[in-house]
């Protein structure tokens, strides 16, 4: 049964740095076509994709957020860790990750619940 | 940057309606797109991946089709469960995994 589940700051002010960590169970990224991204979702308002790694490594951002985007694993720890520097309110969204599997057609098969990210001073 | 366009932006129907949802790709993807379903407050479900697969344990009413740039998610027969708001993805990973804008089905 796959799992995964983001934790974080719920506040963080304009112009900090925002860490979140997608702690998963039931798979290991380690293995081969697997890889964990991380979605986010302003109130009201449509997905966007922010950032992916794979089981090698292979790390993809979205273009507009590049240069703000770190994605990181910790295969030993079963977590992706994604920082998002000089958050501005616009930033204020929910987070989610999920796990994207590459056989047979991509796609992100099992999502975390989600956790809100306020962005105020 | 690949953009995805979903029409209508909205959809009122009655239970046991046939629902169609498009979604336009700015450039090829071939069958590299996926479709989620999502109620509020909840995560995002997937119901169809590679343009036209079913994912497992959806219901057989949902389906998918299209390639290239042009891709449909019907619905046919619209349940009570349905309402809610659907995405479409392109999901080649060579390129930015882009959403659609949403399309929300409403109870007529």
């Known amino acids: 049964q796959i799992t995964l589940k983001e934790s974080g700051p719920t506040l963080v002010k304009p112009t900090q740095t925002l860490t979140l960590t997608c702690t998963f169970s039931?798979?290991?990224?380690?293995?081969?076509?697997?890889?964990v991204g991380w979605i986010r979702q302003p109130p009201g308002k449509a997905l966007e994709w922010l950032a992916l790694?794979?089981?090698?490594?292979?790390?993809r951002y979205s273009p507009s957020l590049k240069s703000r985007l770190t994605i990181t694993k910790d295969t030993s720890k079963n977590q992706v860790v994604l920082t998002m520097t000089n958050m501005d309110p616009v930033d204020t969204a929910t987070y989610y990750c999920?796990?994207?599997?590459?056989?047979?057609?991509?796609?992100?098969?099992?999502w975390g619940q989600g956790t809100l990210v306020t962005v105020s001073s | 940057d690949i953009q995805m366009t979903q029409s209508p932006s909205s959809v009122s129907a009655s239970v046991g309606d046939r629902v169609t949802i498009t979604c336009r790709a700015s450039?090829?993807?071939?069958?590299?797109l996926a479709w989620y379903q999502q109620k509020p407050g909840k995560a995002p479900k997937l119901l169809i991946y590679?343009?036209?697969s079913l994912q497992s344990g959806v219901p057989s009413r949902f389906s998918g089709s299209g390639s290239g740039t042009d891709f449909t998610l019907t619905i046919s027969s619209l349940q009570p469960e349905d309402f809610a708001t659907y995405y479409c993805?392109?999901?080649?990973?060579?390129?930015?995994?882009?959403f659609g804008g949403g399309t929300k089905v409403e109870i007529k």
């Open positions: 999920a796990h994207r599997r590459l056989a047979a057609g991509a796609r992100f098969d099992y």
């Open positions: 790694i794979y089981w090698n490594d292979d790390k």
């Open positions: 039931g798979f290991s990224l380690s293995t081969s076509g697997v890889g």
């Open positions: 993805q392109q999901a080649n990973s060579f390129l930015p995994l882009t």
């Open positions: 450039q090829g993807i071939s069958s590299w």
């Open positions: 590679a343009a036209s």
